[in-house]
Every structure is written in C-alpha cells, then in structure tokens.
C-alpha cells in the first residue's frame, strides 16, 4: 500500500528556514508533490518534482526561496524552505499520483501525507 510519511513542521521565525520530509513507500516512481493549506484558504500546489528525472516545479509564490529535491539513496523527497515568510505558515503536506502530467502543481494526486503544520512569526 501506499504511504507517504511527512515530517519537519515546526516553528521559525520569519526570515529562516525548515526542512520538510517525505518518506514514500509503495509507490514507483513519478510526481511527488508539496501542497499547502492555511486556515479559510483553499489548497495550494507548492512544488512538485518528477522523480524519474528530478524536474521540479515551484508556484511563483516560493520560487527562489524553496528547493524540492529526493534522496539519493533512498525514496524520500525534501521541501527545503528559505526565507519563510508569515504568509508561508500552513499545513503542508507532500502528496504522490498526479492523475495529470501536465499540471503537477495541480490537486489532483492521489495519496497524501498526514500534514506537517509550518508556522512563522515576526
């Protein structure tokens, strides 16, 4: 089955960084993505990365101050995120099964994580 396992949340101040895994398991390989969900706003793609090729994709929103990647040696994909803002706080939570290879930033994917909640603060 499948199972992606999110990690990393926490508390930053703004201006610094945190570091967001998934562990996937039982899925081959394709587009994991990064999704977000703050109070009374709908769900928002993040980044995405093809992990048969390592192509990522990025919401003009984090572009330059996010960076996803996936381990060398083993299925785990990483959100490192720089320069957070106070608008950046929110659930986060990776995603795997994009239903749609043209819109990997879409919210169509099919398996989630549990969520890994990010909070920044001035």
């Known amino acids: 089955q499948v199972q992606l396992v999110d990690s990393g949340g926490g508390s930053v101040q703004a201006g610094g960084s945190l570091t967001l895994s998934c562990v996937v398991s039982?899925?081959?390989?394709?587009?994991i993505g990064w999704f977000r969900r703050a109070p009374g706003k709908e769900r928002e793609g993040v980044a995405a990365?093809?992990?048969?090729?390592?192509?990522?994709f990025y919401a003009d929103s984090v572009k330059g101050r996010f960076t996803i990647s996936q381990g060398k040696s083993n299925y785990t994909v990483y959100l490192q995120m720089d320069s957070l803002k106070e608008e950046d706080t929110s659930m986060y939570s990776c995603?795997?099964?994009?239903?749609?290879?043209?819109?990997?930033?879409?919210?169509?994917?099919?398996?989630w994580g549990q969520g890994t909640q990010v909070t920044v603060s001035s």
């Open positions: 039982g899925f081959g390989r394709g587009f």
């Open positions: 995603a795997a099964g994009s239903l749609n290879v043209e819109r990997p930033l879409g919210l169509h994917y099919i398996y």
């Open positions: 990365i093809n992990t048969r090729d390592d192509s990522t």
